[in-house]
């Protein structure tokens, strides 16, 4: 195998450890013999070029071009985080690579790293909820480990032996469900430039995904989905506030309702017009309007305030988000089909993910709601 090749194999490598069957022993020990066999090539050359220069003294014309040969072998041009790959990709996107380049988008079958990351930026610029929560990347199915039953250290007198404590551990599993998001585009669009056509796909998928996240975490009902705050079951640290208009004893109860070790790091979510409506005015009555609360910097009695019209009208959630996790089994990928829209001559993208979220710890929130009567 030349360098190129090892390189396109320890890609597919990659990609092939990401699956659930995957012999990781028997990767692991290929990968390891593709890079002694790209040492020993890179040896090889070294001691050809050793050689050359040594006979060919005065001819560094000769030197030179064999080194650039010796680079030229030695380069991926098209590794998947390479601005060649990320071209080669939104070309073969557009229908306009050359076949060399659809090849190598074909043998690596992943998203470019400078375009992936891109995506994630925009989702967390665009997002609501999503940068505040914990988030991984991991493939398949992910198993979080949770306190079920847990006791603090004691203090023990010298020469007395400890008690065991019955702590015991739960789990949360996050699964793997799609997220899809498809897009049309005109000719001229696909015809725009390399970095035009980025701009307007990371753009355009990506504050789909966004909003799409932000509806789950808020009020998935974890039925091909993931499971939201909201999700009827999930908080069952619950409460009402006042009905006719919120007060500011209310806002106490709401915020006394978590342990001070969840509250360091709390935040408020909610609809705009319960902040606007109930909770500003309650504040402004205890003399805490805008001027001494800074209701326009989004904060409640120094806890940050989140405002999500995603969130079921009436409802509040205070609690640390950082116990809800979310993973993406399956990074984002963007694919392209003309038949869809054959007609018209335009082209359908689709970005496609797996994912999914979950409260890890509900013993972090609390959930109020407007009271019935």
């Avoid at 609809?271 to 205890?286: E, Q, R, T, W």
């Avoid at 959630?317 to 996790?325: A, K, M, N, R």
């Amino acid at each position: 195998m030349n360098l190129k090749e090892i390189e396109e194999r320890k890609a597919a490598i990659a990609i092939e450890m990401n699956a659930d069957d995957a012999d990781l022993d028997s990767l692991t020990a290929e990968v390891t013999k593709l890079n002694e066999e790209r040492a020993a090539i890179a040896e090889k050359a070294e001691k050809r070029n050793a050689l050359i220069q040594a006979t060919l003294a005065g001819k560094g014309e000769v030197v030179e071009e064999n080194k650039k040969e010796e680079r030229k072998m030695n380069e991926n041009i098209y590794a998947v985080d390479s601005k060649e790959y990320r071209d080669a990709y939104l070309l073969n996107l557009q229908g306009r690579a050359t076949p060399e380049q659809r090849t190598a988008v074909s043998a690596a079958a992943v998203i470019p790293t400078l375009t992936l990351n891109k995506i994630y930026e925009k989702v967390e610029q665009t997002s609501v909820l999503f940068p505040h929560v914990s988030k991984s990347y991991l493939p398949g199915l992910v198993s979080i480990p949770v306190e079920n039953a847990k006791n603090d250290a004691a203090w023990v007198a010298m020469g007395t032996a400890a008690t065991d404590g019955a702590d015991s551990f739960a789990a949360v599993t996050l699964s793997a469900y799609k997220l899809i998001k498809t897009v049309e585009l005109n000719a001229d669009n696909v015809a725009a430039s390399v970095d035009s056509f980025e701009a307007f796909i990371v753009n355009a998928l990506a504050k789909k995904i966004a909003r799409a996240i932000d509806i789950a975490i808020c009020t998935g009902d974890g039925s091909s989905k993931a499971t939201g705050l909201l999700a009827s079951g999930v908080i069952t640290n619950t409460g009402t506030y006042t009905k006719a208009a919120m007060t500011f004893a209310d806002i106490n109860t709401i915020i006394s309702k978590i342990n001070t070790e969840y509250r360091r790091n709390a935040k408020f979510v909610m609809p705009s017009a319960v902040y606007y409506s109930d909770v500003v005015p309650a504040l402004a009555g205890k003399g805490l309007g805008v001027d001494q609360q800074n209701a326009l910097q989004m904060k409640i009695l120094g806890y940050d305030v989140i405002l999500d019209d995603n969130m079921t009208a009436d409802s509040i959630v205070f609690g640390d988000l950082s116990y809800y996790h979310w993973n993406f089994a399956k990074d984002v990928t963007v694919e392209a089909d003309d038949s869809v829209a054959f007609r018209t001559g335009s082209r359908v993208y689709r970005a496609f993910a797996l994912a999914d979220g979950k409260v890890v710890n509900i013993a972090a929130f609390t959930a109020f709601t407007r009271a019935a009567s």
